[in-house]
């Protein structure tokens, strides 16, 4: 009987949670196009310029992932009924405004991946700031050529995978093999992210996970490591700064082994008509992959470094989607860079598994909190729930029983 | 269980000359001194395998790193130790009483143990993770049988006066080995680095930890020859008949010893099993330097090495053994829960864990020696011992499984589904006791002894029952529903033919009825 009980709950509790699974991918619909309206341009060039529209019930987010130039993302926050506009011949010689969207926006927060640094770690530090500029080469993404490797839409779920081999610098005189890789997701609602460190995402995020595979390193650098410089541009006060936090978390069950999620905000500004306009944020867990398996033992830091002020706008965008888009002469801008290095101390380079990645999340409004998974919270709770149970039960038996002796006493006694 | 009683010639028990000034000289084996140097040497037996038991897991890091090994594989090595042992703790015990004798036995267990780690090191240096899991292999089979001659050592030399500080001590000892190779391994590994690289430097450590393998076969031998110089001089286990113990009367033992090793397996696999992986997990977590975790991490077993004699004190004097257990688990799960679901300084909770786990080592293992008649206790604590030993091997597998996927986080919830468990079992124990023995378990030593009495007086007269000739009496209603040994028959017979019952009948000494 109690045990009847006790599965009819336990089935109730599955019952509400595959509800609540169900009812999950509603938030935002998803909708996406391969270079929107280009045509023939964009063929001869291999372009890839990806827009995507996630359409709430008050608002919609834009997401365009380019690659014409270094690869950009920018995320636009618009009314429902705004639309993107890319006047092609302009756009792909790299003029500004030749980006729009047919509403003012009322966010846009950019980021661009602009340096990829390689740095011989002769101290073996894992500190890209502890070396001098002699043992670092900078690699530009956009001397890579970009080819679209798959993509897929569906209204829950939209897959970019990106693959830059073949690098050749004119100007540095720099030609790499090997490739990098980078993968784009667009989401619709609140979940974890297929892809290891599982990241926790929102319907108002897209993640972008970043593999530097096999890539050929300076032949002169025994100790090499991999650095990237992001450029973070956000609209508000210049004279404002975007904050960097680490969290630490308890549960590490999504990613084996990290504790702690990095984070950039951008400052909260203040809205003409005095409420509060939401920031954008980007997101990620402390730890590089060295192999494509990305289990605990296959792992490593990720070091981040402090935020940098970039003053000047249009020298920081210049070569990508976000010069496209922002005007030149835009003052209410923020704009800044933060460098990202993979590896730690002792852990043999680079050159170990010639693999390392970094995942991180890229959103609107403020992160989602991380909470503890259904199986955890049905453990905890039948492991509390079972022995009070138990002890009702008993409890109740022990009344019943005594009650009953009672009422036969009472019989005896007359 | 008689070391060399068989090798004893008869004419020993007369006395000679040169034996009688030995006996009253400055090394007589009846002066305390020789006792305690045995003592000494009897610690340090043990202090070998303990230290090289945990060298993977000090250097839990460096294995990974060096070796390349995944969790899950590197957590091998501890399996790999622990599962031949589910049934080599029974057959090393057995062998030493039948066919080696103590003295033999121990050389050859701690022989056993030496090679097993000098294989192990070997396999370390030519990166050959195979050769290694034979070293931990052989490693294993010796010292688990060693602990079991180590207590034979024990009961031999101090049957009667100090067993239970020198088990305690014993105890302690082993501890201390694991904690030494805690604090020693990383120093030593980050020397040893500095002239070896990779597998080599892992290799190198690991025979140089091997050393304390050699010091500890050196007490073995040292040992033996005292051991046989005593019983020689005392004439100890003379005269007396061999005891034998059968492997069927394990069908006999009562319920509440089932639930006992119940209790074994799910405590002790929420301790050793995370202590194996708990360094990582305090540099992961907490971020502390690998040196740093690894003294967090063994805290558990110096606060062991000191507390576990003070607290087998606490309850030789107090007794209540269930409730001892039982308060312990809950502290255990109080650590656990502070460590899986807060940042509070680790040290609080593995402090706390330490002494719970103290107290229940000190409480839980007492109540076998309860339950079970002195002359099974052995295979008892065999039982115990190696189901214990089963559950830790596929625990140990489970965990690393679980880090892999799931994180520190779902193994603390693992292990405290674990402690869950033990928790209710010891419920169970408490209740079963209280239906079967009205709460004898649960008494204090000065309850236990009017219990005892109480029993006595009842067996008595029962016996008196018997005497007096009617048949119908014979059979009780207590008789009725409890299976006769042949023993309890037996003395039955001959009370009824009138013979007069061995004295140590009535006590639960044993022989075996062929």
Known sequence: MLFKMFFCKLSCIFLILLFINVCHCSQRVLRSWINPNCGEICDKKNLTTVWLRADGLNDTLHYVWDFSGSPSVLMAVTSRSAELEIKWEEYVLGKSKSLRFTETPHYTFGIVLRKIYEFNDINDTGLIDTVDASNINILHPRSFRWDRTFFSKTNELVELHMEGHDYNNAEDKISRRGKIKLLFNGFCSLNHSHITPHMLHSENSTQIDLIIDHLQTNTSFLQSRFAIEVLLVSEGNSNSTMIIDGKKTLDDEHTPGIFEVDEIRTPNNNYDNGIQKMGAYIQWKPVSYTTAERDVTSSTDLIHYPLIVSYNHTKAMKNSLLFAFYDENVTQLLVQKINVSMGLKGDRFYKKTNYTTWTFIVGYGTPPDEQFSYLVIMIISIGIGLPLLIMISTGLYLCARRFRNQDSNVLLNR | ?514
């Not at chain 2, 020859?225 to 008949?241: F, H, N, P, T, V």
């Not at chain 2, 009562?254 to 540099?283: M, N, Q, R, S």
């Open chain 2, 1 to 514: 269980m008689e070391g060399g009683v068989m090798d004893s010639p008869d004419e020993s028990l007369i006395r000679t000359d040169s034996e009688e000034i030995a006996l009253h000289g400055l090394c007589s084996p009846k002066r305390p001194l020789y006792r305690f140097s045995g003592l000494a040497l009897m610690c340090l037996l043990g202090f070998g395998s303990y230290f090289c038991y945990d060298n993977p897991g000090a250097l839990q890091d460096n294995f990974k790193s060096d070796l390349q090994l995944s969790t899950s594989r590197f957590v091998l090595l501890y399996s790999i130790y622990s599962w031949p042992n589910v049934i080599f703790c029974f057959i090393g015990g057995f062998l030493l009483d039948r066919v080696f004798g103590t003295r033999l036995g121990t050389i050859i267990y701690m022989g056993l143990t030496l090679i097993g780690q000098i294989i192990f090191a070997t396999g370390a240096t030519m990166d050959m993770f195979w050769l290694m899991m034979v070293g931990r292999f052989v490693f294993g089979i010796g010292a688990e049988s060693l602990a079991v001659a180590q207590n034979n050592y024990a009961v031999f030399w101090f049957k009667g006066k100090e067993l239970n500080m020198v088990f305690g001590l014993q105890l302690s000892f082993a501890r201390v080995g694991s904690t030494v190779n805690f604090l020693v391994m990383e120093p030593i590994y980050n020397y040893v680095s500095q002239y070896y690289k990779g597998p080599q430097c892992i290799g190198v450590v690991l025979f140089l930890a091997a050393l304390t393998c050699v010091g500890s076969m050196i007490c073995a031998c040292l040992l033996a020859i005292m051991d046989k110089r005593a019983e020689s001089l005392l004439k100890r286990g003379q005269g007396q008949e061999k005891e034998v113990v059968r492997i069927t009367d394990v069908k006999d033992f009562k319920g509440v010893f089932w639930l006992v090793t119940i209790v074994c397996i799910a405590y002790y696999v929420a301790i050793f099993p995370f202590i194996a992986l708990g360094k990582v997990f305090f540099e992961r977590k907490y971020e502390y330097e690998p040196a740093a975790a690894n003294t967090v991490n063994s805290l558990i077993y110096s606060i062991s090495a000191i507390a576990s004699p003070v607290l087998g004190y606490v309850v030789d004097r107090t007794g209540k053994n269930v409730s001892w257990v039982f308060i312990s688990i809950c502290i255990t799960m109080l650590a656990h829960g502070l460590l899986a679901f807060t940042y509070v300084n680790p040290y609080i909770g593995m402090i706390t864990m330490g002494l719970s786990y103290s107290m229940l080592a000190s409480s839980l293992w007492p109540l076998i020696a309860l339950v079970i008649p002195e002359y099974q206790l052995g295979t008892a604590y065999g039982i115990a011992q190696s189901i214990q030993n089963l559950g830790l091997a596929v625990v140990s597998i489970l965990a690393g499984m679980i880090v892999d996927a799931g994180g520190y986080f779902m193994l603390e919830i693992f292990f405290l589904g674990w402690l869950w468990i033990s928790l209710i079992t010891t419920m169970a124990i408490w209740m079963l006791d209280i239906a079967s023995t009205d709460g004898y378990l649960n008494m204090t030593p000065g309850q236990r002894e009017k219990y005892d009495e109480c029993r006595k007086t009842t067996d008595s007269l029962e016996r008196e029952k018997l005497l007096s000739g009617d048949s119908t009496s014979d059979l009780s209603a207590d008789d009725l529903l409890q299976p006769h040994s042949d023993i309890h028959i037996r003395n039955r017979y001959l009370s009824r033919i009138g013979a007069p019952l061995p004295i140590h009948a009535k006590g639960p000494t044993y022989r075996a009825l062929r």
